[in-house]
């Protein structure tokens, strides 16, 4: 079972996705989260629940060699985290809430940890 503490950034994260913010490619400066874009454009950490400044938005980091195959199954994981996004906004189930987030949160500490992988 999760712990507290997991639960409630879970839910945190859910709610943001159904308050209308969108998961962006952009991971946080801070902890390498996937960044979320809320409605006002703001981008927000939700593991941080903070506002986070991106300076050179939109820009492609300097990709190393070697490290494609890392890329690629960060997209495919990118793909199923907004495969998701799109699932937790549709249901009103709450037990099919539950599923979606806990693999949201799967989905999201393995970026984590390909992110920080190409980091280092
Ligand atoms: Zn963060």
Do not use: Y
Request: with cysteine; aromatic share 2%; proline share 3%.
């Amino acid at each position: 079972m999760q712990s507290k503490q997991n639960d409630s950034h879970i839910k945190r994260m859910a709610d943001l996705l159904r308050q209308g913010a969108t998961l962006t490619d952009l991971a946080c400066p801070n902890c390498s989260s996937p960044l979320f874009r809320l409605q006002d454009g703001t981008l927000w950490c939700g593991k941080d629940e903070k506002k986070v400044v991106v300076v050179k938005e939109g820009e492609e980091p300097p990709k190393t060699e070697g490290n494609s195959g890392m890329d690629k199954l960060e997209t495919i994981l990118m793909a199923k985290v907004q495969d998701l996004q799109v699932k937790i906004e549709k249901t009103n189930n709450v037990e099919e809430l539950g599923k979606l987030a806990s693999a949201l949160n799967e989905l999201l500490s393995s970026l984590e940890k390909i992110k920080k992988m190409n980091k280092s």
